[in-house]
């Protein structure tokens, strides 16, 4: 009864004070799922094919079928398959709502976050998997931060077996923002574990985080992963960067 009176209470509320939107505080529709208002949602670009199939990289051209891009045809990642949901733009919605989530401690964008994260083919690739398993953070940055996105990204699966503490950061690294590809590498080069291989032996894990920009983070990942016997690792990201 108490539930019922606090959900016609929102109604009522929402009614006389409609919802805003995110990110230019324009009205939302009543109807939408999240809180952002058409215009801004169609600043939102989904990463569709042509991509490559193996990184994900969403090449410029909008013609032709999915190919291997240069870099995974000379240095395949140590990854099986990466797949993001939408396209990172620093200064629009996707980049603003993952920056004001981790950093700034604002929730009001995570459900928008899983939504995005829960199209289709995101669906299809943490369903194949035997785990989903988020990105770990090093207990330091952790308790600094007060949570792991990445862990709350990954519960968009509740279909699928979850494991927090799958990985774990042995040394605390720099922030990747602000530094170049070979920098990015070196920083996390060896700073992951798997802390239960019999988790991971023979298994399929699928690896969540909020973004991937050059992929030396799950890289790294992916590499423990595959030493402690995981027989597949693929990478599910909100947003990825297009260098094309």
């Not at 990445?150 to 605390?172: G, I, M, N, Y």
């Not at 016997?229 to 960067?241: C, E, I, K, N, Q």
């Amino acid at each position: 009864m108490i539930k019922r009176l606090a959900l016609f209470a929102q109604e009522i509320f929402e009614f006389f004070l409609p919802r805003l939107c995110l990110f230019c505080s324009e009205p939302a529709p009543v109807a939408a799922a999240n809180a952002i208002c058409p215009g801004c949602e169609a600043q939102v670009q989904p990463v569709v094919s042509p991509l490559c199939p193996c990184c994900g990289r969403v090449f410029g051209s909008r013609e032709g079928a999915d190919h291997l891009c240069g870099p995974c045809q000379t240095e395949p990642p140590p990854f099986d398959r990466a797949l993001a949901a939408v396209i990172y733009e620093e200064e629009g919605p996707t980049g603003l709502a993952i920056k004001r989530l981790k950093y700034g401690r604002r929730f009001e964008y995570l459900p928008l976050l899983r939504a995005w994260l829960g199209a289709p083919a995101c669906r299809e690739l943490a369903a194949a998997a035997d785990l989903v398993a988020p990105v770990p953070l090093h207990p330091r940055r952790l308790r600094e931060r007060g949570f792991n996105q990445a862990v709350l990204l990954a519960r968009s699966f509740p279909e699928a077996p979850f494991s927090r503490d799958a990985l774990t950061r042995l040394r605390p690294t720099r922030p990747q923002t602000g530094l170049s590809p070979p920098e990015r590498r070196d920083n996390v080069k060896g700073a992951f574990a798997v802390t239960r291989p019999a988790l991971v032996d023979g298994r399929h894990v699928c690896l969540v985080d909020d973004v991937y920009t050059t992929g030396a983070t799950v890289r790294e990942c992916a590499r423990a992963l595959k030493k402690a016997g995981a027989s597949a690792v693929t990478v599910l990201t909100v947003a990825r960067v297009r260098y094309d």
